[in-house]
């Protein structure tokens, strides 16, 4: 007895040393940053700190690391990760931050790397290249492009990060003529965990290369500068028609059609609804449809979208046109809400009745949620995207990217949930809630025979095993890759955050 109660003393002295040495470990890291980088690291109660912590999601603000450091260049991005694999201190890089779950680019102790001040905006002499650096949002590219009437593969949301959007795939209103915004990227500036910096491209460290274009970064490095494509773009046209939930049947299985025969033979269009509650507590459903190309009149409808006209019973009705700021601005959510999501794909080619089933298992799972937490505003949303043919094709381009998707897979339609909600004590009730439901719809498609393994890294559910869904194949390549570009797994280890191989 006495043996035993002297190993557990021991034992625990060691777990005390172990977490103490630790915390050394951390808090030397933020002080060797500071002394590499003055001015550039920020501690607790700090305006500096505060003006980091600043992130979309509540749950992400409330995460507190030991210190920020803010570089401002590439090299200082490779002092930065030299010395904290050199600590062997965890740490976190925030882009955007418009992650929902705590831990998604932010951290717990521990050090964040935001890259805030890597914000350049360059256009080529030749208007064929946009350089952007990592810490930019979206609004941010489209506002310095749109003047110059220049356009980019990139975000639909002003609040969206550039870095976080590319690296997860990118679906983009312009992905029907150009594919998602990482098969828009001429090349990637990387540091690597070593601090090297390399230059990924067709033509140079080509299997890095693809492996960026949707593999995420945590096994790879930090990207310090996107090299992405340009076009010559103007205005965009944009069209709203909101119906009761009593036409979801007639909505659902004209989106359906549209993904299946209509997008593909006209790829300026894009197309999204959203199923939510309305405030009489009824539900709604809000279609709607851009245009890369303005139409003439303007306030005259797109062959491809005229479907939707004719469906009986439409409640309010919008058109608008302007540059692609404008519908960033005008699809932006809100920050200072707790937020979580989840997706699923599906073969397009289903049987009428799925979407039906779908909406109406996220119509029961609101009203049990409804009512388990009365007193709460909680904001559920069913955002249905339709992925054809002529996307799926365009993966194809500059060698292919890892999401192991192909024409021959589609059409695929995108079921996500994106819930908000404001009482912490209601995290675990909304997250399971949703999480139950993405498995009921999973195991809906598979009884119809309409699955798809492919979940979308930028919608997906913390829990949901993103690059295992690309293939096996694709999945042990990108592991190969990361095993050469980081043989000693240090970004595995110390780098947290979601979606690791």
């Known amino acids: ?197 390399i230059y990924a491209s067709p033509k140079q460290h080509n299997d890095l290369y693809w492996a960026l274009r949707g593999g995420g970064s945590l096994n790879f490095g930090i990207v310090t500068r996107f090299d992405l494509a340009s076009f010559d773009q103007g205005q965009i046209w944009q069209h709203g028609l909101t119906f009761p939930g009593s036409a979801n049947a007639s909505v659902l299985s004209t989106f359906q059609n549209l993904t299946v025969k209509g997008l593909p033979l006209d790829p300026a269009a894009h197309s999204f609804l959203g199923v939510a509650p309305a405030a009489d507590g009824t539900y709604a459903v809000n279609v709607n449809v851009l245009h890369a190309t ?95 043919t002529n996307v799926l094709q365009l993966m194809e381009k500059n060698g292919g990217n890892p999401l192991g998707l192909r024409a021959s897979d589609g059409p695929l339609i995108m079921v996500s949930f994106p819930i908000s909600w404001t009482d912490p004590r209601n995290d675990n009730l909304v997250v399971d809630s949703t999480r139950k439901l993405i498995a009921q719809i999973a195991k809906k498609a598979k009884q119809y025979g309409v699955d798809s393994p492919f979940v979308y890294l930028n919608y997906a559910d913390s829990s949901q095993q993103v690059q295992k869904g690309y293939g096996k194949d694709n999945y042990e390549r990108l592991k190969r890759i990361a095993k050469k570009y980081d043989p000693q797994g240090k970004l595995a280890k110390l780098w947290v955050g979601y979606f690791k191989l």
């Open 294 to 388: 303005v139409p003439y009149p303007k306030n005259s409808i797109p062959p491809v979208f005229q479907p939707f006209e004719k469906l009986p019973g439409s409640i309010a009705i919008e058109t608008n046109v302007g540059g692609v700021s404008t519908f960033l601005q005008k699809y932006a959510t809100p920050y200072g809400l707790r937020q979580t999501w989840g997706n699923v794909y599906l073969k397009a080619n289903f049987p009428r009745p799925v979407l039906t089933s779908i909406v109406s298992l996220f119509e029961a799972r609101n009203s049990a949620l409804f009512e388990a937490a009365p007193g709460d505003t909680i904001a559920p949303l069913a955002l249905i995207q339709a992925i054809p």
């Open 1 to 197: 007895m006495r043996t035993s109660g002297f190993l557990l003393l021991v034992s625990l002295s060691r777990l005390a040393l172990s977490a103490n040495h630790a915390l050394y470990r951390k808090e030397e890291a933020c002080a060797t940053l500071e002394a590499e980088l003055p001015g550039d690291v920020s501690y607790p109660n700090t305006t500096a700190y505060l003006q980091s912590s600043y992130y979309w999601s509540d749950q992400q603000q409330e995460t507190h690391p030991n210190c920020f450091v803010t570089p401002r260049t590439t090299a200082a991005v490779s002092t930065v990760l030299r010395t904290l694999t050199r600590h062997n201190a965890p740490f976190t890089v925030k882009g955007g931050g418009h992650s929902p779950f705590s831990g998604g680019s932010s951290i717990e102790d521990g050090v964040t790397i935001d890259l805030v001040y890597l914000d350049s905006i360059k256009v080529s002499a030749d208007r064929k290249t946009v350089s952007i650096g990592p810490g930019n949002r979206w609004i941010n590219v489209t506002e310095a492009l749109d003047p110059l009437k220049l356009a980019v593969v990139g975000g639909r949301t002003a609040d969206v990060g550039v870095s976080g959007l590319i690296l997860g795939g990118g679906i983009s209103y312009f992905s029907g003529q150009k594919g998602w915004a990482c098969d828009n990227v001429n090349g990637f500036e990387v540091v690597l965990a070593s601090g090297s910096v």
